[in-house]
């Protein structure tokens, strides 16, 4: 029996270390909250500020990490027309949209990822 318990221990003390050598290598493929990482922001095509005339800060909750803060800007600027930008400090987005959007918009885009819009302002 507890040569069984020697075994599992080692094993798991196995794996911790060459999680951690992974993820100091970079090659650890979750973040800080389990989700696969993201490599890149996806950027928009159009950066002219002056083809958004719709500004919006968003307040999001459930951002623990910069993996978190990109998924989030992924997903807005994923969005047709939209160009956001997260803060990861401040749990909030500045999002510009070349038309009209709705809290509810942005917060069924966020909520198929885990994170949820609890505030919504057009500026």
């Given at each position: 029996m507890s040569t069984i318990i020697i075994i599992c221990a080692i094993l798991l003390v196995a794996f911790a270390v060459y999680r951690t050598v992974q993820k100091f290598r970079g090659k650890a493929k979750s973040s800080c909250c389990g989700t696969p990482e993201v490599k890149t922001v996806k950027k928009v095509e159009d950066t002219d500020e002056s083809h958004y005339p719709y500004?919006?800060?968003?307040?999001?909750d459930?951002?623990?990490?910069?993996?978190?803060?990109?998924t989030v800007e992924n997903e807005l600027n994923g969005m047709d027309g939209v160009w956001g930008h997260v803060d990861l400090g401040r749990n909030e987005a500045k999002v510009?949209?070349?038309?009209?959007?709705?809290m509810e918009e942005f917060a069924a885009v966020l909520d198929a990822k885990g994170y949820s819009?609890?505030?919504f302002?057009?500026?």
């Open positions: 500004q919006y800060k968003l307040a999001i459930g951002m623990h990490c910069s993996n978190c803060a990109r510009l949209a070349k038309t009209a959007r709705t819009v609890t505030q302002n057009e500026l």
